[in-house]
Structures are given as C-alpha cells and as structure tokens.
C-alpha cells in the first residue's frame, strides 16, 4: 500500500475520533489524535480528572458504563502506535496543517490526511434571564455531575427539548437533587407522530421510554409543549416562568436551571479547511457535505461523529470506524468488505432514528422569533440585544450573518457565535421573512477558541 | 428584469472612497451611480485597523490628509454617526536611537503642515505612557490624530450618499466596461444592468488595476494582505494608538476595552486560483505568531491576555506606495482613486470630495499632481 | 453562598486557594470554575454592563468563565476556568482587578 509520509491526523478523542484512530491503528498506521480535553471519551464519556474519590464507570455512566469504559480502553492497547496528544487544542487550519496549542506552547503539524471528529455543545436558544448565575446549558449540568460530582443546584428545573433533557433530569434526581420540573417545548403528540422513525433504534428508544417513567414514577413533573417566558432571581436564578400547553403562565421555584434545544456541531476547523458546507433543514444548521463513508468535498479529509451532524454516541462510533477506513481505502490499503457493510447498515439505521428524533423533538425556532423582545441579550460575550440586531436590520438591511456580525457584533466576541450564532441566524431571518439558509453562515476566525498573546513558538528555547 | 440607467457618473466600488465620491457628489446635485459588487463598506474599507493618522506620510500626501482631517472631525454631520471616532493621538516609537533620528527628521520635515508633532524622549515617554515596555527609546506624538471603527464609518458613507440622492446598487459586480461616444456603458450581468455615464469614477480598490486593464489603461496596482487581530475586552491600560517607527507592529484600544493590533500579512483566500488579485484574504500562521510576540514585547503587560480573533484583507499596493488619484491621461472621462497602500482609511473622506472637485470643476483644490499615473510611465 | 452543589467525589482532599485575596478551600480535581462557584455565586462581571456571570457550558465552548489567575508573584494569566485544574495556592479574581500577590506566611 502506498502509504503517505505523513501520519493521519484525527481531531477528537471522542467516540468517533478514538474509534477512527484505532481503526487507522489496527490497520498498521500511526495515527496522531489531538485533542483539547485532558483526558479521553469526548463529551458523553468524558470523564473526571483522575485521583483519588473516583466514582465507578456505573455510577458515572449508568446504561452506557460498558462503553464508556470500552471507549476509555480502546487507546491502551495502541499505545505504541497512537500517538495521543491531550491537552491539545487545534485552533487554525491552513494550507495542509494545522496549528495546536498546548501547555503555552504552538505548534504547526503538517498533515495529508485528516479527520475531523470535533463533536457538538449544546445549542441554545435565549431566554430573558439566561446570563444569570445558576442557568446553565443542559450538557453543562450534565458535565458539572459527569466530571465534577456537582450539581447546578439543590431544587432544578431543565428546559428546552431533546432527549437529553429526560437524561439528565433523571440523572440529577438519581444524585439527590430535587428536580422541580422538566419543562420541554416539544409536544408530546410529535413523539408519537415520529415514533415509526423511532423504532429504527429500539434499544435506545427503550432507554428514552425507561428515563421518562422513571421521572413519573418517582413524581417529577413533566410538561410538554410549554413555551419559556423567562427566568427570575437577583443575581442568580431562583425561579422559572413559563406556559403550559394551554397557554396558563406558572412559575417553579429553583435555584438551578438547565436550558437547551439539542446541541449543535462544531464545524469551524472544517469550514476554515475548505470543506464545502450545505444547510440541513434537520438541524437547522450547516454541516460539511460527506458521502455516506464519511468522506468530505476535500481529498484527504474526513468526518465522523457528531461534528458533522447529530446522530449520538453509537452512531459516532460507527462513523469514526468508517471515516477511518474510507480513509485507509483511499490510501491504497485492503479493508474488509463485509464489515464496512455492516458499518453502513447500522449507520442507515441511525440516520433513520436521528431524522424521526429531529422532528419530535424539533427547535422552537419560529415561536422563538416572534415573540423574542428587544431587551432580551442574545449575545452573551458582547452583550448584544435582540433590539440592537433589529436596529442594525433597519439601518443596514444585511442579509449576511457576517454583515450583520460586523455592524452589530453579533457573534464577533470570544465565542464567536456558539452560544448566539443559532439565534441570530433565527431572528435575522425572521426579520427579512426568509428562510434561516438564505443568510449564510458565520464565518469562523482563527483562533478558533482564544489564545493567549503571550504564545511562544514550538522551535523557540 | 433589464434595467438601464443613464447618470452624470458612475462609480465603481462602495469602499470609503467610492462612498465619499458619491455623497459629495450627490450633494452637489450630480446624478450618481455607485456599483458595488459586494456589500459596500465590506472590503478593505471595512476591515482595516481603523487607523485615522496623519503622522507618518510622506509630505505630498499631507495637504490630503489635512482636509480630511478636518472631514473627520464633522464625521457625524457628513454620515450621520460617530463610527466610534476618537482623535486619542497618534504615537510613534522609536526602539533604536537611530529611530529616533527618522522620527526628529520626519518632524522637521514636515513642520509647516501643522500635524502639531510632539517629540518625547524616553522618559518624558514613560511618564505619559508607562504602559509601554522598555524596548521604546522615544517617540513622536500627534495629539489630533486618532482611530475609528471602519465597519461602522465605511458603510455609512454609502448610506449618507443614498440619503443625499446617489444611486447605490449593491451585489452588482461590473462585469463589462467599455468606452462609448459619449462616455462609458458599463454592465452588471448579475443584475442584468446596464448604466451609462459621461465620466467614470474607478474606485474599485485592490481590483482597480482590472477595470482600467479592461478600458486598455496598465496601472500598476498589486495586492497585499495587512494582517490584524484583537484581544478580548481588557481594562483600560492604552489612551492613544501606537506604531513603531520601522514597523512590525501597531496597536489601539477601543473604548469597550479590546486592544486591536496589526503587522505582517496575511495570506489570499481561497488559496487556489491564480487571479492577480484574490477576491479575499485570511491570517497566516507565521505572521500571526510573530504579531502576538511583537504586541507582548510592546505592552508586557499583555502577555496574559488572549485573542480572539484575526483577519486580513485585500489592499491595492503602488510601487512606490502613494496612491493613484486623477483623471487618466489616455481615457477622457475617466478618474482613477486607488492604490492607498494600507493607509487609504484616513485620506478616504477627502479622495473622495477631490474626486467631486474634480467632476465638478475640472480641477482639485488639493494638491493632487503627485498622484498622477503617469509618475508610472 | 455556594452555586454549586456537591454530589459526589467529596472525599478528595481539600485544596486551598485565594479568592479575590481571602484564603478559601475547595477539592483536588476541581476545575477553577467549580472551586469558585462552591464558595461563591458567581465566577466574574462582564465588561459592559458588570452583570454577574458564573459561566454557562462548562466545556469550553461559551467562552463565558475566563478568569484572571496569578500564581505565585508570576504574572497574570487569563485562563478558562472550566477547563483548567485548581492548583494549590492559585490567587483568583472573580472581578476585573487583577488577582492580588499572597504574601508568603511567615514560618512559625
Ligand atoms: C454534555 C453532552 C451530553 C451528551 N450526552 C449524550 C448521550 O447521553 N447520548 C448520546 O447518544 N449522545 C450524547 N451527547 C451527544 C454526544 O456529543 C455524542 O453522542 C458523542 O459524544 C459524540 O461523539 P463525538 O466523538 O462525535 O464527539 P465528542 O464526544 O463531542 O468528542 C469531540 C472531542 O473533540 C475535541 N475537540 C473538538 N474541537 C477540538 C479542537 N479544536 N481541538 C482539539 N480538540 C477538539 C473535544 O474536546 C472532544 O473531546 C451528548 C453531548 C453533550 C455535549
Ligand atoms: C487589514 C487592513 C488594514 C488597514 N489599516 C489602515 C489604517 O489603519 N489606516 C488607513 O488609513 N488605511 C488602512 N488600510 C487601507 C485602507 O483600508 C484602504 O486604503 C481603503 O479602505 C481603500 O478604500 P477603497 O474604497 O479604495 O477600497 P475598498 O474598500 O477595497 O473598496 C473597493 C470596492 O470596490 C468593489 N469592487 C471592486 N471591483 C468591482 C467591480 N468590478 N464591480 C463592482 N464593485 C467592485 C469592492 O467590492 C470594494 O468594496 C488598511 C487596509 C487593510 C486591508
Ligand atoms: S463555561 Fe463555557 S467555556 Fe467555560
């Protein structure tokens, strides 16, 4: 087999990225996988700085202890070929490399071949009151459990829609915290509307069926089809109004809030290779183009898992492995048939699940624009309003996001529009009355995440 | 549908300079159209460091800069807005005795065209400005110069020149110039448009050199890449913007607390075609890691800090960096404005009102004959 | 007040730290941002309005949890609070000040 100079690269030590970079291993390359946490498993596998006091993979995964552990596991036995760098972040891609960060340090890693196994955060639309202490995004509380063994609080509510919302109430109530309501924007009917599409994946509907009685049998209240109103408190966050299904406003005590609509892929490095992007009307978003092995409009690269759309940690697993041997394949190198079958199988079973689970749980984005007031911040890091974006519509008419980021600064702050950019993108269309994928994207920046000016070069002593 | 539209002039390019163009027209009753392929206020004009400074240029630009010094100073009369204009002064380092020499001659040099130029020498230098490191041995100030936001001022010359009158077509690229008996007749096929015009205004920026090469006129217009970036929201800690005599690096505070700097070049963007003149441009590594040294070793105090953000842009560079502005010596009809060789913010306000002087009367109150094309030929 | 409650993982040892000047405590294998949010109710004030804030993803994507550290009499540093690990004796500032050198305690 041909094989390139150059190592393959995988970004992320997630589900996806560790499975890419076993594959790539078993399979006799040395691949570098880079990534930004300190220690392996990604998002739902993340796990606790390691010491002394540490909970079992049981208590901290539950259902998924078994591939929680496979997954921290799986990097052992290639220790000697997996050259695994954590505490790497990659903040620039450029002309066939890529720039990391660690410990201060910079450094440039040429690559020929590259996957992309960057995963998703949380994608949030905003409610008055959201920049409050005490309001956290739902994957946040989660991680707060996860990695810290912290609650958001003792009496909690979680708000916004998605599966993960039932997780992580029972997670929460199984911890000892009081949860007072699970609020989900989503109507109940749309899970029935959707449940054929559901069943592609039975045991996990199962596990979402097994969350949601638990919550009812041990008494948390649960309501569907609510609409947030807003979050109140001096300085933290003490209580939620909201409406019910039938329009009544109620109000629920706490002194933690949860708040997210599913999550959202984490594109930028992509975007700033030159991967060609389309607009998913799924997520509401755009995603890098692939083919079904994972394979993007660039030679060479590659993407797998949730960075490249939403489809959950088993399907991550699948698509690493298949990115890695599409990439393999593409190198020259025998790969086995027979389980690539096998792999596009299962992932057209969980293309089915993700699409009916898209739509029962779908972005209230519409009734969200409508109603959203100028004084309500969408812009936590500068601190921009709803009012201010409506203002620069009139003044400027942009019909760009990357117009409007420049005139309003929408998007322009340290986050660079992770936490905004789907609300923006919301409110801007709303205001033109067009459709969120006629106004583009926001470009992303290097540095990708902020880095320190103080920075010394690899090669300097 | 096919629209044609006859105007006393058409302008191509809604940067600061085709802005300002229009709107002095505009004001003076001329019927103007500005087409401007993109956004207008989008390209070099929008992302730029925000540099409003006199300091620096070579004397023939100054009588230029002086007037638009004054523009600046009614910035709110002329656009409807502050831009975030500040006169915060303008100080230039020296890290090297033999800088300080550059800067006391150059304060000589152009003592009559009352720039009000401060020499300070190392200690009178730490007294004022104690923020600074030590590598600065002196510097030179211009108390009236200053810095403003170019994606909130270039737009908004646009946008006055519509309120004024002027016909402002955006997202239409000129695809097709060419000379007629009674002027030119230029088209847009994006906007299935076609507009014709006795006198032509060529502001285009970086893509100037084209739009002369498809009228037959060779103006020597390359392009490059200033590489900027910017630091979150930090405390107060600088009053006025800096450069560094020699360059390397340059650097203001805006009032919400980011600490905007610039020095090197960035890269085209995309990387692949071989188009002289690339449509956009991003940061390249190298330049952007020797930036962030060069700012830390200024403002030591900056090294915790992080950034947040770079960017490039797409600049027209002259041979000998001074811009072209005037009529074309084989073209009647014809005004070129480009090649502002990094420093187009400042002067753009009064480019463009010699542009209007120049339509209108034939000649421009500012001296402008330094300018010429032909210094070229 | 505390805006983080613990769960879990109690039993790590006890790390102590400044806050803002004042000697405080919280657990070996916490993040800056949850040793601060168990002694305090927010983390820092943002630079426009001074409203509180106490982070908000927790996974280094909202970039809303950057705090000034300074350890040692070393310089100051900004650092994501998040995503970096309490280290013992660190000097923190949930203000816009910068976090204050510790005078070393005179040996008894
Ligand atoms: C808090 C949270 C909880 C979730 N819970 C569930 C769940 O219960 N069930 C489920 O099916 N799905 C869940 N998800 C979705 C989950 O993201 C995926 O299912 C799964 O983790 C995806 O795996 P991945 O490998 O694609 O990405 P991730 O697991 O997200 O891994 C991506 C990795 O890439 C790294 N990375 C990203 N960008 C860079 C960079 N620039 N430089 C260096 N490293 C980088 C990150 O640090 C991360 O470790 C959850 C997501 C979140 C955010
Ligand atoms: C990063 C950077 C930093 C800088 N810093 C400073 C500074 O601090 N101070 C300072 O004084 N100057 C600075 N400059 C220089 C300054 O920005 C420029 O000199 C000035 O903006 C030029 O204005 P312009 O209108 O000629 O060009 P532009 O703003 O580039 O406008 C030209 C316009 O023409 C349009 N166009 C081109 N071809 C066509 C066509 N065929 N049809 C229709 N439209 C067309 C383009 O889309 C563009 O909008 C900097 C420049 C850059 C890039
Ligand atoms: S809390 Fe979001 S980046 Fe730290």
Redesign the interface.
Known sequence: MSQSPLPPVVIGAGPAGIRAAVTLARHGLSPILLDESPRPGGQIYRQPPAGPGQRSASELYGFEAAKATAIHQALAPYADRIDYRPDTLVWNVERGALDLLSNGRTATLAYHSLIFATGATDRVLPMPGWTMPGVFTLGGAQIALKAQGCGIGSTVVFLGTGPLLYLIAYQYAKAGATVAAVLDTSAFGLRIKHLPGLLALPKVLAKGLYYTAWLKAYGVPVYTGITPVRAEGNERVASVIWQDSAGRQQHTACDGLGIGYGLRPETQLADMAGCAFSFNPLDRAWLPDRDSAGRSSLAGVYLAGDGAGITGADAAEVGGERAALALLQDQGATIDPSRVAVLEKRMAAFVRFRTALLQAFPLPAARWAETVSDDLVLCRCEEITAGDLRATVRKDQPRDLNRLKALSRIGMGRCQGRMCGAAAAELLAHQHGCAVNDIARIRPQTPIKPIPIGVTPENTP | MSRLIEADVAIVGGGIVGGSAALFLARAGKKVVLLERDRCGSRASGVNYGGVRRQGRAPQQLPLAQRSHALWGQLPDLIGEDGEYVRSGHLKLARSPQDMAVLEAYAAQVADYGLGLQLLSAHELRQMFPMIGDKAVGGSLCPEDGHANPRLVSPAFSRAATAAGATIIEGAPVSEVEQTSSGFRLRSVAQDLTVTAPVLLNCAGAWSGALAARLGETLPISAAHPLMAVTEPLPAFLPVSIGVEGGGVYGRQVTRGNFIFGGGRGIPHPVSGNAPVPDFARPERGALVNLLQQAAELFPDLAGATIIRSWSGVEAYTPDHEPIIGPSSTIPGLFHACGFSGAGFQTGPAVGAVLADLVMSGQSVTPIAAFSADRFR | MS???????????SVRFFLDGQAVSAL????LL?AV??VR???RT????G??????????????C?V?VRRGDG????L?A??T?LEADMSLSTT?APPPVIAEEPKP
């Not at chain 3, 070996?28 to 993040?31: E, I, L, N, S």
């Open positions: 805006l983080l409650i613990r769960y879990a993982e109690q039993s790590r040892p070996a294998g916490d993040t949850t949010l168990t109710e927010r983390l943002t630079e426009f309005t409203s509180p804030r106490a982070g908000f993803c927790m996974m280094g994507a909202c970039q809303d950057w000034q310089p100051v540093q900004r994501r998040c995503s690990l816009s």
